[in-house]
Each structure stands twice: as structure tokens, then as C-alpha cells.
């Protein structure tokens, strides 16, 4: 068990180190993924289909390892979809790069991986369980222990829940060993890359002068807002020269459609909130008059928050109960009321007040036999053995484990529906003096337990509380419902859609490129079915109705506006950004013209330009766009001049983003940085291996002829 409470306090890092190993290669743009539910494939990679058997094995895997590192019995809808994700991306990924790796002969060899743990220098290693407490590093013979003792696992002689800790621990390794095998063919490919990408002392020098060379310069400007839209004539003519100019930044990889839906979140009614402040004032009552079982009570009533018999922090109580708590006195009922941070009804009982330490060191020697009665033999023996000045340590060795002390805080179990043997264990470390050595008889074995220190004293409270959700009733469900049912019923098509629902009362929302990858309409839980007839619908039609949301507390229809096909996109569904960008050219030329006829030649003449405005920038450098505070721009032409420009000479007016300027430097300097050449030179190349990597990636996903079919799962 001290390795399992190793792992999971090492939980959070391990997952990070696992996402980073698996997913540092996937392209920027990486698509997403919905569970699957049918017998077919969800996908392919350059001809490789993953079905849904495969896929559903990769992601209970990985939810097992992901549950065992966060100390968590399930996942919620939105770290499932993450995860889900993440499978995909890694078998798109290890696609990608086991078929190049292929063509070059490239692998890693079980002498290889068997290398990589007896140098134990990788960094996934450093954070798995296998670390040896005193140097802080992975120990290979922790692993091969661990992996012998598994092998020979007496499994009719142990609890079964240590069976299925020792079984976690066993997949959750040869998940790390499986990653560690991807990720080793992964950086060898990145090194072939990186050999072919090379800096030079030229290239070196002109990286350095661009972030070490200063420049000061004064501006005036005339910023594009100054100018009407209306004024500007913008013909269809010009739109369609900026769209051929600009057409490969518009082409899209994946189909995705252009909706229109309208969401419906249904709440309780006026009599919901007075029926459920009878049933609050009830229970109120019986919480005044209650001396005991709190625990009773509070599920009786249907509490959201549980009551466990332990003194907690007021960080583990609700927001609204603390915000109280100091009001009211010991013993004292406070409620019932209404708080609309989280839609709730609640009353809370203070039953208690104490000062007690937050964070406790304990030690343990867990005690299992053939059966009840051996087990409380060999504890009491062993009890009394320390009791009568016997190492703990010693002890400890003698029974396999290491008797170690870990530190525990409230955090640890505050939150945690506690009972029985949890609550019975949890409620001996935290009420036990200093050194107090006690004998815990568990259902399935004993603990000898030990506490070796206490610190960090805070005041804790015993506090009884009935909170409850101000739910919607059925029959206000049903009228919000039917009253829907019948305007889709009416208006059945996108035009009677559009026409009719703002005077129904209804709001018409918009989403323009919907993927089929994404897990949600409009942020709405369980919309995937809804996502499912969006890909099977046509333009025009209107959908049926959807229960959705996180408690069917919302109800969806969605109307297909237009598809969007691969390839590049229409004009017209880039002409606003089309529009704006003419827009901003045809100020600035308006503006550049202006500047002529006025004939400036100094920098007086440009400031005392109709609505110019005047700005300083310092510190200025070729390696970084300007800031212009005075436009709320950012302007890398600026950055571009200030490099080259001659200080006290007055610059020709250069566009920018945000307006016309004209500039002139009046003072240069260079930051304390002394030139490195060879650390320059690597540090361009690792610039450009990662840009070169994430490109490469991209162009293997976009040949390997990628069908991502999640959807229809």
C-alpha cells in the first residue's frame, strides 16, 4: 500500500508526463473524438482502421491509468471526451510516425527498452512509483521487486482488494513501458529530422542583433478609425483580387456545416421553489431537533452534501455555508435559504468548533492472515512487540513492507463520501496523539497504526447540512416540452425557422463550422446525437427534438443552413474578412495620398495632420512586433524601420495594422548580452527542428488520407 499511496501522490505529474511523451508531435489542429457505440471503424490512418473493439480497449486503458493516477473511482463527461481525444491522437500520431519509421528501418528493440530502465534516466521513469525515497530517483530494483512479487502473486491468500491494487499497478506499468517504447521511435525520428536542419554564424549573428539592438523612436500616426467606412467604395471586383491573393490561407481540410439551433433550458417554476422550501422547512426542523446520526439525517433528506463525522477546514465546506457560519451559534440551525451560485436550497446545523492539526505524519503495518481470527492474533502480537520497545521499522521489514511515515492532510480526504472502515481509518489518524501507537481492526485485515508527528493547526468544524438542487418538476418539464414541440411541429424548415422564432419567444443562435470532431452543440452536454443528424442532414432541414444537458435540464432542435465542403471555402463565407482587409488598404492608400498632397517633410508638419495622434515607443527591436499604445496595435512594419532606420531621419508614412505612420528614432542601444555563437546556432536549430517537426507531422496527416468516422459513435 506504500507504493500505491506513492503513486497516486504522483499521479497528476505522471499523466502530464504521459500526455506530453504521447502527444508532443500531433500537429496543432489535432481532430477530436465522440465513444463509440456501433460495430464498425471509427477511423483510418494510411489505410490502417482502428474499429471499435481496438479503440474502446485503448481508451479503457488509458482511463484506468488516468483514474489510478488522480485517485478517482470515475471521470465526468468533459475529461472523458479529453481522453478520448487523446486516444485518438496518439494512434493517428503513432500511425503516422510507425509507417515512416518503417520506410527507414527505424524501431526499438527489447534490448533497447531494457536499456533505457537500467540507465533509468527517462523522464517518464522519474515518475513512476518505483523511486527510491532516499536519492530521489527511479530504482530498477524496486521495479523488478515489484514485478517478481506480481508474477508469483499468492491471490486465494490476499485480500481481493490488494489483488486489484497489484493488478492496477501492473497495467499502469506496462502502459508507461508501452509509451516509453512509442516515444523512444518518435525521438529518433525527430533526430533524423534535426540532422537535416542546420544555422550558420551569419544566421547566428542577425538572430542575436535582432533581440540585443535597441531603437527609440517618436511617431505620428493616422489611425484607420479616423476614416468613415461608409466613404470607402469597396467594389466586388477588389473583394475577388484579395480572395485570389489570399486563397490558400482559406482551405480547409474537413467538411464542416453552418447551423442554426435553438436551446431551451428548462427551469423550475414559482410553484417547484415553493414546493421544495416545504419540504426544506421539514427538514430544518428535524435538524433542530436532532442530537445524533446526523449521517441518517442528512441522506434521508436528500442532502447533495453528505455528512461524515469528521472535524474539516472550511475550505471542504460549500461557499455559502461559510459565508454563515461565523453568525451562527454552537449548536444553532441556520436556513432554510436560496443561493444562486449553484441553484440551491439549503440549512445547515453548527454542531462543533475545534483547533486541529492539518497535517499528520503516520506510519503503518498492514496485518493479513489465513483468516479473522489469525489476523488478530499475529496484530496483537505485533502490537505488543513495539508496545514492549520493538523497532517499528524493523517490524515493518519483517512482514515485507517498509514502515516509512507519509505525510497526510485533510485535502487528502475532505470531500470524500467516508463510512465504515474508511471513515473508522481516517478518524484514527486524526484523533490520535503524537507517538500513540493503536491496533485498527479492519474488515479485511489489521493496521498497526502510528502517528509521528502533527502540524499546521486550524480551526475545524462539524457542520450537518441539507443542501438541495432547485430542480424543474416533470410537469413543468412537459409544458416547456410540449409548448416547444409545437412550434417545430409549425415551423419545420430553416425559413419558418428564421421567421417565426423570435416572435415565439424563442432564441435562434448561430454556429458557423461545425466539425464533426467536436463533442458539443453550444457548449450543451449530450448533444451527440444532435451533432450525429447535423452530419446526415440537408441544407434546409430542421431536426427533431433532443433531450440534452447535464440532467435532460435543456431541449435542442437544429436547423442545417449550409455544407461546407472540403477544399477551399466560398468567398462568401470569407467576405466579411475579405471586406475588412480591403477596407483597412483603401484607408490606408486614402490616408498615404492625403500625406502627399499635404507635402510634409518633417516630422512637425505630420503631427499637425487632421486627427494624427502622437506616440513614443522605446526599447524597440527587430525580434518583436512594436506595441503602439496609442492604436492598441501591434506593429511588426515598425519593428522592420526601427531596425534599419537612421536616427533623427524621418521615415516615408508605411501601413500598418492599426493606421499610417510616420516615424523617426532618435536614440539606439544595445541590451548587456554578450554574443554566443554556438549557443545561438543551437538555438536556432531547436527552433527549427520543432517548427519543422509540427510541419512534417501536419503534411504526414494530410497524405495519410486520415478518416475520422467518431461521430457516428
Known amino acids: 500500500m506504500a507504493t500505491l499511496q506513492n503513486i497516486r501522490s504522483k499521479g497528476p505529474l505522471l499523466v502530464i508526463v504521459v500526455g506530453l511523451a504521447l502527444f508532443a508531435f500531433i500537429a496543432g489542429d489535432a481532430w477530436q473524438v465522440l465513444q463509440p457505440h456501433q460495430s464498425q471503424d471509427v477511423g483510418e490512418v494510411n489505410g490502417e482502421t482502428l474499429s471499435v473493439q481496438d479503440y474502446q480497449t485503448l481508451v479503457n486503458e488509458y482511463t484506468e491509468v488516468v483514474k489510478m493516477m488522480r485517485g478517482v473511482n470515475s471521470l465526468n463527461d468533459v475529461q472523458t471526451n479529453q481522453l478520448q481525444d487523446e486516444v485518438w491522437q496518439t494512434f493517428v500520431n503513432n500511425q503516422l510516425i510507425g509507417a515512416e519509421a518503417e520506410k527507414l528501418g527505424l524501431k526499438v ?22 523511486v527510491n525515497p532516499q536519492t530521489g530517483v527511479f530504482d530498477k530494483d524496486m521495479l523488478m521487486k515489484f514485478l517478481a512479487d506480481y508474477a508469483h502473486l499468492n491471490r486465494s491468500q490476499m485480500p481481493a482488494e490488494y489483488v486489484d491494487s497489484y493488478d492496477s499497478m501492473y497495467r499502469v506499468w506496462k502502459f508507461i513501458e508501452k509509451t516509453i517504447v512509442q516515444t523512444r521511435l518518435q525521438e529518433k525520428y525527430a533526430a533524423l529530422v534535426s540532422k537535416s536542419l542546420l544555422s550558420n554564424p ?14 527609440d523612436l517618436l511617431l505620428a500616426a493616422i489611425p484607420y478609425s479616423s ?14 483580387a484579395a480572395y485570389d491573393a489570399k486563397k490558400e490561407q482559406y482551405r480547409q481540410y474537413v467538411e464542416t456545416r453552418n447551423i442554426k439551433y435553438i436551446d431551451v433550458a428548462i427551469t423550475a417554476s414559482d410553484e417547484d421553489k415553493a414546493a421544495l422550501r416545504k419540504e426544506m422547512e421539514e427538514y430544518t426542523a428535524q435538524l433542530a431537533s436532532a442530537t445524533s446520526d446526523y449521517t441518517t439525517l442528512v441522506r434521508y433528506a436528500k442532502s447533495e452534501r453528505p455528512y461524515v463525522d469528521l472535524f474539516y477546514t472550511t475550505r471542504a465546506l460549500p461557499r455559502d455555508v461559510v459565508a454563515r457560519l461565523d453568525s451562527v451559534a454552537m449548536g444553532d440551525v441556520f436556513g432554510p435559504y436560496y443561493y444562486a451560485g449553484d441553484n440551491t436550497m439549503t440549512s445547515f446545523k453548527k454542531l462543533a468548533k475545534a483547533s486541529m492539526p492539518d497535517s499528520i505524519q503516520y506510519r503503518q503495518i498492514q496485518v493479513v492472515a489465513e483468516n479473522a481470527d489469525k489476523t488478530k492474533t499475529l496484530a496483537d502480537s505485533i502490537y505488543n512487540a513495539i508496545k514492549g520497545g520493538a523497532s517499528f521499522e524493523e517490524v515493518a521489514k519483517k512482514y515485507g513492507q517498509t514502515g516509512e511515515p507519509v505525510w497526510v492532510s485533510s485535502i487528502n480526504y475532505e470531500g470524500a463520501d467516508l463510512e465504515g472502515d ?4 481516517v478518524t484514527a489518524i486524526t484523533t490520535a496523539e503524537k507517538n500513540d501507537l493503536q491496533n485498527l481492526a479492519l474488515a479485511q485485515a489489521n493496521v498497526i497504526l502510528q502517528v509521528t508527528d502533527r502540524k499546521a493547526v486550524k480551526d475545524k468544524y462539524k457542520v450537518a447540512i441539507v443542501k438541495r438542487t432547485v430542480n424543474f418538476s416533470s410537469e413543468t418539464r412537459s409544458k416547456v416540452y410540449n409548448d416547444f414541440s409545437e412550434f ?11 421567421a417565426n422564432a423570435e416572435d415565439a419567444g424563442y432564441r435562434l443562435l448561430d454556429r458557423r463550422d461545425l466539425s464533426s470532431a467536436e463533442h458539443t452543440i453550444g457548449g450543451v452536454r449530450n448533444t451527440k446525437e444532435a451533432l450525429r443528424w447535423v452530419f446526415s442532414a440537408k441544407p434546409g432541414e430542421v431536426s427533431e427534438l433532443y433531450d440534452c444537458g447535464e440532467a435532460n435540464d435543456h431541449i435542442l432542435a437544429v436547423g ?3 455544407i461546407v465542403p472540403e477544399g477551399y471555402r466560398p468567398m462568401a463565407l470569407v467576405r466579411n474578412d475579405l471586406r475588412a482587409e480591403v477596407l483597412r488598404d483603401k484607408k490606408a492608400e486614402k490616408i498615404m495620398t492625403d500625406m502627399k498632397a499635404v507635402g510634409a517633410t518633417s516630422f512637425d508638419q505630420y503631427k499637425g495632420m487632421a486627427n494624427a495622434v502622437m506616440d513614443s515607443v522605446k526599447h524597440v527591436t527587430f525580434g518583436a512586433p512594436a506595441f503602439i499604445s496609442a492604436l492598441r496595435s501591434s506593429e511588426p512594419l515598425v519593428s522592420a524601420y526601427a531596425s534599419v532606420g537612421e536616427v533623427n531621419k524621418l521615415s516615408a508614412p508605411i501601413k500598418g495594422v492599426g493606421g499610417v505612420y510616420v516615424l523617426q528614432p532618435y536614440a539606439e542601444e544595445k541590451s548587456n548580452e554578450t554574443f554566443d555563437q554556438a549557443a545561438e546556432v543551437d538555438k536556432l536549430e531547436g527552433m527549427y ?16 488520407d486520415v478518416q475520422d468516422n467518431r461521430y457516428l459513435f
Request: without cysteine; negative net charge; hydrophobic residues 45%.
Open 422 to 425: 474508511n471513515l473508522k481509518y
Open 689 to 704: 527542428v520543432n517548427i519543422a517537426m509540427r510541419q512534417f507531422i501536419n503534411d504526414l496527416y494530410l497524405k495519410a
Open 488 to 498: 417545430i411541429a409549425a415551423n419545420n424548415t430553416m425559413e419558418k425557422l428564421m
Open 202 to 215: 551569419v544566421e547566428a549573428q542577425a538572430a542575436f542583433d535582432a533581440r540585443v539592438n535597441q531603437t
Open 560 to 562: 442545417l443552413v449550409s
Open 109 to 130: 528493440s527489447d534490448e533497447e527498452l531494457k536499456s533505457i530502465i537500467n540507465e533509468g534516466r527517462h523522464p517518464m521513469l522519474a515518475s513512476t512509483p518505483f
Open 227 to 240: 476614416i468613415v467606412d461608409s466613404t470607402i467604395v469597396i467594389k466586388d471586383a477588389d473583394l475577388q
